[in-house]
T-cell receptor
Framework: DTGVSQNPRHKITKRGQNVTFRCDPI?????LYWYRQTLGQGPEFLTY????????KSRLLSDRFSAERPKGSFSTLEIQRTEQGDSAMYLC????????????FGQGTRLTVV | GDSVTQMEGPVTLSEEAFLTINCTYT??????LFWYVQYPGEGLQLLLK?????DKGSNKGFEATYRKETTSFHLEKGSVQVSDSAVYFC???????????FGKGTMLLVSP
């Protein structure tokens, strides 16, 4: 396994457009997390899944954001009607249940909203 | 709520210098503590962890001791290398151990 994979690596979009990011976790991991990282800040938690169930969402996850993990494998994060403030690095991580938060991170998708 | 405070960077050192990156935390109880590292162009990687008070985590020559008296988890390395240049994040889990709260990160730049 090559680790956590995120696509695309970079995305430039115009304000108001919708964007979707994909994350493929390590295959045997049943937990999947999304974080957002802005310049000069540490990653901030957005949401996490255990298998296909979305168990926790941060207050940072506004109504314009939606995440899915339909078959308990890959996940998508969609942002509708993007705003300039959405410009950030979106990080995905995965872990095995019982490993606490020893998560393995992908390289991230950098979103720029112009 | 739980929080992590790290010293601001960048920290600029010459090769073979001693490194300390300060991290203090605020939390209920005594959670595990982590240091993650982000090398240029790569994802976050777990560097080391400590699961209880007075534990010392170590990896790749880096060490950090969990000190509940001072609520600190400072990262140290006796002799840094150019390849250690990266951003270092201190982190702690939430009470349910379902996610992490990260510090803002400290950039380390090591010159030959």
């Amino acid at each position: 396994d090559t680790g956590v994979s995120q696509n695309p690596r970079h995305k430039i979009t115009k304000r108001g457009q919708n964007v979707t990011f994909r994350c493929d976790p390590i295959s045997e991991h049943n937990r999947l997390y999304w974080y957002r990282q802005t310049l000069g800040q540490g990653p901030e938690f957005l949401t996490y899944f255990q298998n296909e169930a979305q168990l926790e969402k941060s207050r940072l996850l506004s109504d314009r954001f939606s995440a899915e993990r339909p078959k308990g494998s890959f996940s998508t994060l969609e942002i509708q009607r993007t705003e300039q403030g959405d410009s950030a690095m979106y990080l995905c991580a995965s872990s095995s249940q019982g490993s606490g938060t020893e998560a393995f991170f992908g390289q991230g998708t950098r979103l720029t909203v112009v | 709520g739980d929080s992590v405070t790290q010293m601001e960077g960048p920290v600029t050192l010459s090769e073979e210098a001693f490194l300390t990156i300060n991290c203090t935390y605020t939390a209920t109880g005594y959670p595990s503590l982590f240091w993650y590292v982000q090398y240029p162009g790569e994802g976050l990687q777990l560097l080391l962890k400590a699961t209880k008070a007075d534990d010392k985590g170590s990896n790749k020559g880096f060490e950090a001791t969990y000190r509940k008296e001072t609520t600190s988890f400072h990262l140290e390395k006796g002799s840094v290398q150019v390849s250690d240049s990266a951003v270092y994040f201190c982190a702690l889990p939430n009470s349910g151990y379902s996610t992490l709260t990260f510090g803002k990160g400290t950039m380390l730049l090591v010159s030959p």
